[in-house]
């Protein structure tokens, strides 16, 4: 017998509460929206199980989860550079930014898209399941079916490669939408 929407909600969602709000804590600047972000994913995955019930629940709440803060994001407007590199600490940079600042971070979030397509499928996955979804080393290399140094090497590579070509289109690292990080300084002294 198929398994309703209310019990794939309950059996497969609902213990995965705890791990999508850490996702959505660590990727989102505001931390007292963090409820409010759960349930939103909460009803796209409903709505998404409506039609069909997913074969891989964690990996659908971490896909709707990233399409939800992309989506916050662009209607923000403004994403810093090292945002988008960085994966891990996602950032919506200051409302107060004027018109090239804007701009620049657009110009610079459409180069980096660009770079993740030109990367190999393999590493373009590794990326998106590691540094994107926030899986683990572990999950990224049972879910790839490659071995957790294998998942290493395509991260390594992948972030280098990502690099270089925002090198290469003149995005440094280390600068947000042509403003310096103070991280430089303060190593220096």
Do not use: C
Not at 96 to 125: C, H, I, N, Y
Request: hydrophobic fraction near 40%.
């Amino acid at each position: 017998m198929d398994k309703s929407i209310d019990d794939w909600f309950v059996q497969d969602v609902l213990p995965l509460e705890a791990e999508l709000e850490r996702f959505l804590a660590r990727h989102w600047s505001d931390v007292s929206e963090v409820r409010d972000l759960r349930q939103e994913v909460y009803s796209r995955l409903y709505r998404a199980a409506a039609k069909e019930l997913p074969r891989n629940t964690r990996a659908l709440m971490y896909s709707t989860a990233r399409h939800l803060i992309v989506d916050l994001i662009r209607r923000k407007r403004v994403v810093s550079i090292n945002t988008v590199m960085d994966f891990e600490s996602w950032d919506v940079s200051s409302d107060e930014a004027g018109p090239f600042e804007t701009v620049s971070a657009r110009q610079e979030l459409t180069m980096l898209e660009a770079a993740l397509r030109s990367l190999p499928k393999r590493t373009r996955d590794v990326i998106s399941l590691r540094r994107i979804q926030g899986l683990s080393q572990r999950e990224t290399a049972r879910a790839l079916g490659v071995s957790e140094p294998t998942v290493e090497r395509h991260v390594s590579r992948g972030v280098r490669l990502l690099a270089d070509a925002l090198a290469r289109k003149g995005v440094q690292r280390g600068k947000a939408s042509g403003r310096k990080t103070e991280q430089r300084g303060t190593h220096e002294r």
